[in-house]
């Protein structure tokens, strides 16, 4: 009862926060003034189709109107710089798949990777192989993975030149995301955004895998006669893997959210991409709809990893008060 | 047995066989030697035994010096952009001129054999020292102005071009990135600024002067498929391919280079004839009789102040030019000293005039004697009539005679054609001139030009190979020259021309061309390295070397380094006197304060930053409010002080109920005292260790943000690594790495010594942490 209260109160909190967030962005994005690049007809369309809009009332008045379009008609405005006059559900829309396929990728190849290197440590743990990987574990985690993506663009895509430097445009790849020319040139940002995740999934393995084979159940699975390697399949990684999952499902809400560095360094035409535009070409409807898809994800990934600790370790009991 | 021994030796002891130890002794705790190790200190010899903190914190060390004392050490400014040589690659002094590739500003191109000449070229040029003489290959090669270091690979490919297989030579080299400007053009230098480089030539024995390419030249100079900044670098006769060519348009093979070196096509400025000197402004030669002796000394750089146009010839009178016909003959001979002359030929159709001392007279009004006296050019025995197209004429027995009459009057009969040619043997020109056309030789009579064709022209004389660009049939003294004993104009004639009818001739090579309003402006041809160090007063070196801007990598990061840590510190200052204060409060406190405050903390941590930076852009930077640096540290501080106010809530929850606060609170200490004096310090330890994470973490976001523009510190007054990562991408990083590999590895050092010192500290501070690495 107590974690339905628990889950409860935190979407509540989630979505009053959600809304703060959103009201005082729309609030400060539509007190800038707008300046229109159309001209002439153009101009006088523009600005007929504004006023229409309600552009021009008083902005709560402005929020009232939003917010009604966006709840009865899922109408989040539209962009007026980037696709003119194109509804920003489908701006957005038509960037998220490769947004979405980079980080899946990602996903797929950096877990197993990752945890395998974890496991390959706290195995070793202070031997040569322990210390290769925690070094390389290190320099991946403290460097911003952008600034890596450069050394591997200019080595890996220019240098060696295996892989296209650049991600290609939809055009290029024939029309289809899933086809090889398009997979094999997001080679190079998936694996840069996988070098971090791989790093950070190898030091949590590591640090939990080190913490349970030292633990007194693991004395006593090999007392009652398991071998070594036994003991640590049933026991040691099992519960290792506990505190490790959460991240992992996290990590799925989060394969949305892109990555703005990383899509700039390689031209991966994605959300994150966009919303750099958006922002420099002062496209605030598309603007706002990014911001809201950013802080909705952040703020359900963070309930989802909170909220599976709870299902997945039954030490951790969610909402439990003091 | 055993037991039984035992009690039986040790059953009974006497009372008296046991002494008392320390009997009659006051027993004290012996007092410590060493002085009690406070919190700091025992945390100070822990963060000592970890190697990895230890250096990590050296590298800091060096990072901040290198902030701070760079830009002072530096021979770049931070907004001193060099246009020439941007993107120039890293170069350290000791390494110069190795060729290794290794930090020595070179870098591989793979090009054509042209090219390949052009670059070594400029190390040919270089070696001008006002004569023709053939310069050594080995010292051209070992040149310090040869961009080209080493030459690596030289090979033959097969391309096709216009259908056609053509085999190419091409080279790859290490090509030096500050010596392949070699020579540009300096347009509007003042008279002064000359003179001062050529002060600064004397003082330090560099050259920076070199004479002006002849552009004007068709045969030698091709315009067309030149980018017009290294039109300078071709001074060598080359072909519409820029191949190097000879002076017959074959092209020079490299063996043949390597002897003879390179065919100059280097403009002349000053030349001295029989009838004159002239004066070069760059597109017409323009007599100076007239001039003083000091003002033809310097001739290339007067402009003469004889004036002529297609009205005619005007003369400088008062203070203006005034056409030379509308004054009188005493005027012309009086107001302007070109008109001192004793001959002079109009531009009207009445012939010439020669001056007898008093007065002009027309040469057709003379007799020879007359003649004679009047001018040594009538002294002759030929002359060729004013006004006639019937050939040429002898003067013989004090009188003009022409071929025919000369036959008769001297009684030779067939063999006066000997003696005929005797006579004018001076006139084996197979061109001369008069004052009514141009006359070609045809065998042995001379015709007049203009009833030939133009094929006939060609075919007969080679003159008429050329163009021709002025009315040949009014020829104005002052534009021929002495040639083979014959007289011919000058204008229309190329340099190399000129050089090749007159090579006793004195020439110098021009130096500059006047140009803009009275000539005061020069356009120079110099050698840009060393122009480079005449204006700079320093070799061209960049250590990181230079962006696409030109700016010196290596001060740049300093500042980009520099606003990285100072941004920082404020963020890490301002999170920390917010979330403290907030953090005490709410731990506390407790309660329903606590829970209010913390949905605040909630919320804000939703936030995503780059919303919160971008907004905070969009209103105050873009508006004016405030700058861009402003506004990141309020965005980043608006959103990081959370974290610090959490972990001291979390420790005012664990320190709040223990027994020494309560004993505190009874002995009557304030809420305040409570809070700073008796709980806070335990929470120094975690914000310490905070603190070193945040650091690195407002770097790296203030980079990401300056990447990807949000925050654009592109500036002269400020930049960021983040900007000039940015910044290298745009310049191209396939062929530009050092832009962005500089800043790249020193944000990329600067983060992991950051982590290294924090996880150093964290586990000075909190021993019971170690190992875990999060």
Known sequence: ?322 | MKTDRFDNKYASIPADMFTPVNKDKVLTDQKFDTKPVGYLTDAWRRFKKNKGAVVASIIILIMVLFAIIAPFCSNYEMDEASGYYKHARPKVSFMDNTGTGLWDGTYVKDQPFQDYINYVGIAIGSMYDGSDSICDWNEVESSKYNPIKKVLKQYKQTLTMHGEQVVEDRYEYRIDSYHEVGFIRVEGLTEEEYNNILAWEKETGLKVLYPLVDTTNANAFNQSNLNEVYQDNYWYWHDSNNNPIDKDGNILTLEQIKENGLVANYRYGYVETEDGQYVCDGTNYYDITGLSTEEIVSAARLVSQYKKDSKGEYAFKDGDYVLASTLTEEEQATNTDRYKLNFVATSGTDGEYVFDGDQYKKVADLTADQLKTAYPRYASTFTLTTNSKDGKYVFYNGKYMDFFEYQAASGLGMSASAEWNKITEKYKADYTLSADGDYVKNSNAYILASTLSDAQKASLVKYYNLEWNTDRKNPAPGTHMYSNGEYVRIVGLSDEEIVELMPKYNLEMMMYRRTGAGGKNLTVRVLYYNYYQYLNDKEPIFLFGADAQGYDIFVRLAYGARLSFVLSIIVVILNLAVGIVYGSIQGYYGGKVDMIMLYITQILGGVPTIILVTLFKMHFVDTGKISQLTALILAFAALGWTADASAVRMQFYRFKHQEYVLAARTLGASDFRLIFKHIFPNAIGTLITGWAFVIPGVIGSETFYSYLGIINFNGTDMTSIGTMLANGQTAGIDRFPHIVLFPALILGLLMIAFNLFGNGLRDAFNPSLRGSED
């Open chain 1, 1 to 322: 009862m107590s974690t339905l209260k628990y889950i409860l109160k935190r979407f509540g909190l989630m979505i009053v926060s959600f809304l703060i967030i959103m009201v005082i962005c729309f609030i400060l994005i539509r007190m800038l003034p707008f300046k229109s690049e159309a001209q002439g007809q153009a101009a006088l369309v523009e600005a007929a189709r504004r006023d229409a809009l309600g552009y021009n009332k008083p902005i709560m008045e402005q929020l009232w109107i939003y917010a009604k379009n966006v709840i009865t008609k899922w109408d989040w405005g539209v962009s007026w710089k980037i696709d003119y006059m194109a509804d920003v559900t489908d701006v957005v829309g038509d960037r998220l798949i490769p947004s979405v396929l980079i980080n899946l990728y990602e996903m797929l190849i950096a877990i197993p990777i990752g945890i395998f290197f974890g496991i390959i440590a706290a195995l070793k743990k202070n031997k040569w192989q322990d210390q290769v990987i925690s070094t390389g574990v290190m320099i991946l985690i403290s460097v911003p993975s952008f600034v890596y993506a450069f050394l591997i663009q200019y080595v890996l895509g220019f240098k060696l030149g295996w892989f296209p430097p650049v991600a290609s445009s939809l055009a290029d790849a024939g029309g289809s995301y899933f086809s090889w020319t398009m997979t094999k040139s997001l080679a190079l940002p998936v694996l840069s955004l996988a070098l971090g995740t791989i790093a950070g999934y190898t030091r949590n393995v590591r640090a939990e895998l080190t913490e349970a084979l030292t633990s007194d159940y693991m004395l006593l699975a090999r007392t009652k006669g398991l071998t070594k390697g036994q003991a640590i399949v049933r026991h040691a990684l099992k519960n290792a893997m506990v505190p490790i999952l959460p991240g992992i499902i996290g990590g799925f809400i989060a394969v949305l959210l892109g990555s703005v560095a990383i899509e700039r360094v390689f031209a991966v035409p994605g959300v994150g991409n966009l919303y750099v535009k958006a922002i420099s070409l002062r496209d605030y409807d598309v603007f706002i709809y990014v911001t809201a898809f950013y802080t909705f994800l952040g703020l359900a990934a963070g309930i989802l990893i909170d909220l599976s600790y709870g299902f997945l370790d039954p030490r951790v009991r969610v909402g439990g008060g003091k």
